[in-house]
């Protein structure tokens, strides 16, 4: 995976949380992974403060409308537990593993994969963004897994949070596992393996406007050398709400600043902006192992947990490139002998 923008300083977040804090938990392993609609199309806001707006959109034949509970739109932001979400999901499809609607996750596991503080305030923060997604509402008729519906759904349909309380104290206490349940136009989008991969480096991008732009960028350039885009037409599809020249001075600070993962976005001449890519995306599914590997695993590390061996050598196959494997039996057992003579 591209790390070309982990360097410290400048506008991005830190990148608090090493890669192995992740081999706990095989979902940490996973790609990182966005539904292609709403990278396409701007279902989410980018304000930082509450934005009660009603949001009315429409490209070619496709009409959203998206609108706001008291608590305002869901936030680019609040995205992060889909995304999470849709990234658990493909992992799963991609290892043979049945899923469901409903995904039961652990808090702070979803707050270190996204790149986010685990304090109190940083839990806080998680419910209200749950709040905010199962209360913005969606009208549209975008397709997704090959079915076009003009239909009405939450970004989520429920959430549970279980917290566990301190004896004697009614309320409060640390929020521990949290159920969500995704709306069936989301789920239906992972079935029919309408994503696309995002770089890790995304969880630190700081500003909303940055986050929408790379989406925009990982969709339309994709792995093509370029795409050429309008500054009007970057402004309807961003879903910003900035005047045209202020949206132009914002492009213009992203560009000099250069954060984006994988793209350059660069100036042209008639109001154009170019996306170029920098550095490649990885799409490659993480190997699939079968029983046997993980019972040479056992035989080679008697008493170790082999599924977080089976997680940690998919975290070390991540940061490699992702290669492909012809076979990835044979490529487990050797790294789990060589993992054994560590000790």
Same mark, same amino acid.
């Given at each position: 995976?591209?790390?070309?923008?982990?360097?410290?300083?400048?506008?991005?977040?830190?990148?608090?949380?090493?890669?192995?804090?992740?081999?706990?938990?095989?979902?940490?392993?996973?790609?990182?992974?966005?539904?292609?609609?709403?990278?396409?199309?701007?279902?989410? @806001?980018?304000?930082?403060?509450?934005?009660?707006?009603?949001?009315?959109?429409?490209?070619?034949?496709?009409?959203?409308?998206?609108?706001?509970?008291?608590?305002?739109?869901?936030?680019?932001?609040?995205?992060?537990?889909?995304?999470?979400?849709? @990234?658990?999901?493909?992992?799963?499809?991609?290892?043979?593993?049945?899923?469901?609607?409903?995904?039961?996750?652990?808090?702070?596991?979803?707050?270190?994969?996204?790149?986010?503080?685990?304090?109190?305030?940083?839990?806080?923060?998680?419910?209200?963004?749950?709040?905010?997604?199962?209360?913005?509402?969606?009208?549209?008729?975008?397709?997704?897994?090959?079915?076009?519906?003009?239909?009405?759904?939450?970004?989520?349909?429920?959430?549970?949070?279980?917290?566990?309380?301190?004896?004697?104290?009614?309320?409060?206490?640390?929020?521990?596992?949290? @159920?969500?349940?995704?709306?069936?136009?989301?789920?239906?989008?992972?079935?029919?393996?309408?994503?696309?991969?995002?770089?890790?480096?995304?969880?630190?991008?700081?500003?909303?406007?940055?986050?929408?732009?790379?989406?925009?960028?990982?969709?339309?350039?994709?792995?093509?050398?370029?795409?050429?885009?309008?500054?009007?037409?970057?402004?309807?599809?961003?879903?910003?709400? @900035?005047?045209?020249?202020?949206?132009?001075?914002?492009?213009?600070?992203?560009?000099?600043?250069?954060?984006?993962?994988?793209?350059?976005?660069?100036?042209?001449?008639?109001?154009?902006?170019?996306?170029?890519?920098? $550095?490649?995306?990885? $799409?490659?599914?993480?190997?699939?192992?079968?029983?046997?590997?993980?019972?040479?695993?056992?035989?080679?590390?008697?008493?170790?947990?082999?599924?977080?061996?089976?997680?940690?050598?998919?975290?070390?196959?991540?940061?490699?490139?992702?290669?492909?494997?012809?076979?990835?039996?044979?490529?487990?057992?050797?790294?789990?002998?060589?993992?054994?003579?560590?000790?």
């Amino acid at each position: 995976m591209s790390r070309a923008v982990t360097a410290g300083g400048g506008g991005l977040l830190p990148d608090r949380h090493r890669q192995s804090d992740f081999f706990l938990c095989d979902i940490f392993d996973a790609i990182p992974k966005d539904d292609i609609a709403s990278m396409e199309h701007p279902l989410f @806001s980018l304000a930082t403060r509450p934005d009660r707006r009603i949001l009315e959109y429409e490209h070619n034949a496709t009409r959203i409308t998206v609108t706001p509970s008291v608590r305002g739109l869901a936030t680019i932001h609040d995205k992060d537990i889909l995304i999470f979400c849709v @990234s658990q999901l493909m992992a799963a499809i991609n290892a043979g593993r049945r899923t469901s609607r409903t995904l039961h996750l652990k808090a702070h596991d979803l707050l270190v994969a996204t790149n986010r503080e685990t304090s109190g305030d940083a839990y806080r923060r998680l419910k209200d963004a749950f709040e905010r997604l199962a209360g913005t509402r969606i009208t549209t008729n975008i397709v997704t897994g090959e079915t076009e519906t003009t239909s009405g759904f939450g970004l989520i349909e429920s959430w549970e949070i279980v917290r566990r309380t301190p004896q004697n104290q009614k309320g409060g206490g640390r929020m521990v596992s949290v @159920s969500v349940t995704l709306s069936d136009w989301l789920y239906r989008a992972v079935l029919s393996k309408s994503v696309l991969t995002l770089s890790r480096d995304y969880f630190r991008l700081r500003k909303p406007l940055e986050r929408r732009i790379y989406e925009l960028a990982r969709k339309h350039c994709g792995r093509q050398a370029e795409w050429v885009v309008s500054v009007d037409t970057l402004l309807k599809k961003s879903g910003s709400a @900035s005047p045209r020249r202020v949206f132009r001075a914002m492009l213009r600070e992203m560009i000099a600043a250069g954060h984006l993962p994988d793209y350059h976005a660069e100036e042209r001449p008639g109001d154009l902006i170019r996306f170029s890519q920098r $550095d490649p995306v990885i $799409d490659t599914p993480p190997p699939v192992l079968g029983p046997d590997a993980l019972q040479a695993a056992r035989a080679l590390m008697p008493g170790v947990d082999v599924y977080a061996l089976e997680a940690e050598w998919r975290g070390v196959w991540a940061r490699s490139g992702a290669p492909r494997l012809r076979k990835p039996d044979a490529a487990f057992v050797g790294w789990v002998k060589k993992r054994s003579q560590r000790g």
